[in-house]
């Protein structure tokens, strides 16, 4: 009896997943939405404290990108630690294991591992499938994980204050953080901690800012001056393709009835995006904060990241769905337990796929089959380290399509990341063929203004970034 008794406590101990018991540092998972990497980073025009904190206290990945520049895709990618055409997933409308079933998560590989899994706010994809977040992945029920952005309004006792904002997508009211969804997120991400404080967890909180709409509390608009924020050059590059481009249905509506900002729209659309994100770095602050009060910083690896980069004008575009630097690299900061090389900035070429082995590294727990990307452990105990050569987005055309047999895309935009360029090829869906090139020189050129496919002084370059891309993608992915 005595045995049997035994047993049945570890079943529980474990939630039933696994009969292992977790030794290992807890994690924290911090994500947000839409963030461009220079808004995590010490000294840019965003003000985020918070952020400007951790960084101090962490590695920070000044070149780290996403597998695909929108949400479903990059996160089911960053998630299961492969890439969008292992996943044959590349659009939002697709939940991922409806064409991978069994695919291992990384939350429900800690879960089985002797963790308890949580997952407040935005962690996988939040709209359009029929499978709610993914509640095999957790211990308990997630919350706010699947919602509409467009339906985050402000919600308060009593009549609203005036909206002082007029641009599209744009709203400024005098109201309480927890009138939108990441105040609430910080709030329950805040009661989840003290629930799981007393046993090892991944906790995972996905902030819904600074994606659209542009809503942040007026107090959070009122930090800024308009007049004094970046300029932005709406240019497109010499000589890039028309593929490489897109409408920006996302903020400009769907043809035949988009808008064209005016500049002064446009100028109060950046300023909201700013204002969110100094509105999330405050969630974010009181989640860091409720951390510090448990006493649970030094025993915690806390990651900090975005799903993808996002436009605000430049190149034309708006949003993201591009293969441009400003939407395939992301912020990424990784601190606590077991990361020496704290304090330290790296140049190192690291990709979203590798979240899933660095965390399991970390923690000292068994490596899932098959994953896709590398550990960065060498690179947070010496930030000089590196452990790839490249990294690679890709992105389809149409930029957003539905997945039935009659509306797939018509062509892949495939791109690599290295030390010197970008090299994008874009191929047609059935048979492969590249129909558009661009090179662009990370260098001289930092801002993409120039296509130089065709440069001879690019040459070398560009030969071993087209190597580098055949070896990745070497065919043609289609569904079955």
């Not at 690599?416 to 590249?434: A, F, I, P, S």
């Not at 662009?440 to 560009?462: F, I, K, M, Q, S």
């Amino acid at each position: 009896m005595k045995s049997l008794g035994l047993l049945c406590f570890a079943v529980a101990l474990c939630g039933n997943a696994s009969f292992s018991v977790a030794a290992g540092p807890n994690v924290l998972f911090l994500m947000a939405d839409d963030l461009r990497p220079e808004m995590a980073t010490y000294g840019s025009a965003a003000l985020t404290p918070h952020l400007d904190e951790l960084a101090r206290r962490s590695v920070q990945f000044d070149r780290a990108y996403c597998q695909q520049a929108v949400c479903n895709p990059s996160r089911s990618s960053m998630l299961t630690g492969k890439r969008p055409d292992s996943l044959r997933l590349w659009n939002n409308g697709t939940h991922f294991r409806e064409r991978n079933p069994d695919v291992m998560t990384l939350p429900l590989w800690f879960r089985e591992h002797g963790y308890v899994s949580r997952c407040v706010g935005k962690i996988f994809h939040n709209w359009h499938t029929e499978v709610h977040g993914d509640p095999r992945s957790w211990s308990a029920p997630e919350f706010l994980h699947y919602a509409n952005h467009g339906d985050d309004k402000s919600q308060m006792d009593g009549p609203l204050p005036r909206d002082h904002a007029t641009a599209p997508r744009c709203e400024c009211r005098d109201v309480p953080d927890d009138a939108y969804y990441d105040g609430r997120v910080a709030s329950e991400a805040i009661r989840v901690l003290n629930e799981v404080k007393d046993r090892p967890f991944f906790l995972a909180v996905g902030f819904w800012k600074p994606h659209a709409p542009f809503n942040a509390p007026k107090k959070y608009w009122d930090l800024y001056d308009r007049d004094k924020l970046p300029a932005y050059d709406p240019h497109r590059p010499e000589g890039a393709p028309d593929i490489a481009f897109h409408d920006g249905r996302e903020l400009r509506g769907a043809p035949p009835n988009q808008i064209t900002f005016t500049p002064e729209q446009a100028a109060e659309i950046r300023h909201g995006y700013f204002a969110n994100t100094t509105y999330m770095d405050a969630q974010l602050g009181r989640v860091l904060a409720a951390l510090d009060e448990h006493g649970l910083r030094e025993s915690t690896i806390i990651v900090f990241v975005g799903d993808h980069g996002y436009h605000l004008g430049e190149h034309d575009l708006w949003a993201k769905t591009s293969n441009f630097e400003l939407d395939a690299r992301v912020p990424l900061l990784i601190g606590g337990k077991g990361v020496t090389a704290a304090g330290e900035r790296t140049k190192s070429l690291v990709e979203l796929v590798d979240l899933f082995p660095t965390l399991v590294d970390l923690c000292g727990l068994p490596v899932p089959a098959r994953l896709e990307g590398t550990s960065l452990r060498p690179i947070l105990e010496n930030a000089a380290a590196t452990v790839k050569s490249a990294a690679y987005t890709q992105h389809p055309r149409p930029a957003y399509f539905d997945r039935t047999p009659s509306k797939l895309p018509d062509a892949m935009g495939y791109s690599v990341r290295t030390d010197k360029v970008r090299y994008t090829e874009w191929r047609d869906w059935q048979t492969g063929n590249v129909i558009a090139r661009e090179l662009y020189d990370a260098t001289d050129d930092p801002a993409e203004t120039r296509n130089r496919v065709d440069e001879e002084p690019l040459a070398t370059a560009r030969a071993e970034a087209q190597r580098l891309l055949k070896e990745r993608f070497p065919g043609v992915v289609r569904y079955e």
